[in-house]
């Protein structure tokens, strides 16, 4: 968590510099990007150049070590389930049947095995240009950045008060955890079975849910005390001056989607497979 008390990593870095507002087209038009295709390849160009991005940032390995287990986990379960649900699917993409090993009810295919392992490839390639947006934007001159944009103000100011409330709705989760464990309730490896762990996680959400409503309450009872939303417009504590570099980033990035779009339309095939 940053000193401000968000996500936020103050660095004297390219990225931290970078207006908020154009940083967040790049982070749109990379996402974009990475729906557009199923093609390992684009893949691989862009998580380089994403980890270079992350390399780049500063962001410190302790801080993102969580997340980047939450992501492995998450893209071996989704392959896992994949290849149980349709077996088949990569071969209907490609055209072609490889068997590889029978299931019982189905054949998993070489094809499928490559269309498991692309998909976790393009999911992994969002994760660094999402760190770098998350822990490299600050609330305020994001939200500001967006209004200079043509955003309405009100919008812009709620996306700034999700961002700052991120790092709140976690220390809620660990202190519910904490809480609960001081009952007596397990959570760590070891202490009870995998189902059981995920039984007790599952029963966090409603006190968490509960306390973040009551949270956007009082937050919501404040800002109509001192009159938010009175006035057509705003002024703001943190804005960044657009500079030449955010300039020659936005052209960069506008030009890559429109460049993105053009190999689309001209490929031939939903998934890019060597065989």
Same mark, same amino acid.
């Given at each position: +968590? ?22 967040? =087209? ?44 939450? +992501? ?35 054949? =998993? ?94 029963? =966090? =959400? +409603? ?59 001209? +490929? ?8």
């Amino acid at each position: +968590m940053g000193k401000i008390g968000t996500l936020y990593f103050e660095e004297d870095t390219f990225l931290h510099k970078l207006d908020s507002g154009i940083k967040f =087209i790049l982070f749109m038009v990379w996402t974009i990007v990475t729906f557009m295709f199923l093609d390992i390849r684009v893949f691989g160009c862009m998580g380089i150049l994403g980890l270079i991005l992350l390399y780049k940032s500063k962001i410190p390995f302790n801080t993102i070590k969580i997340m980047i287990g939450v +992501m492995i986990g998450f893209n071996l379960l989704n392959s896992l389930f994949i290849l149980l649900i349709t077996p088949q699917y990569g071969s209907k993409l490609t055209g072609t049947y490889t068997y590889v090993f029978d299931i019982g009810y189905s054949v =998993i295919t070489l094809e499928s095995l490559f269309y498991v392992l692309t998909l976790s490839i393009k999911y992994a390639t969002l994760f660094p240009i999402t760190l770098i947006f998350i822990f490299t934007t600050h609330p305020s001159k994001f939200a500001s950045s967006l209004n200079k944009m043509g955003l309405p103000y009100k919008i812009a100011y709620a996306l700034n008060i999700a961002f700052r409330y991120i790092p709140d709705i976690q220390k809620e989760f660990n202190q519910i955890v904490n809480s609960q464990q001081a009952r007596g309730i397990s959570f760590k490896k070891g202490e009870a079975s995998l189902a059981k762990r995920i039984k007790n996680f599952t029963a =966090i =959400i +409603m006190p968490l849910i509960t306390s973040a409503l009551k949270r956007i309450e009082v937050v919501s009872n404040a800002m109509d005390l001192r009159g938010f939303g009175k006035h057509n417009g705003r002024t703001w504590y943190n804005s960044n001056k657009v500079n030449k570099a955010d300039y020659l980033v936005l052209l960069i990035s506008l030009m890559s989607l429109l460049i993105c779009i053009y190999i689309k339309v001209k +490929m031939n095939f939903k998934l890019w497979y060597p065989y």
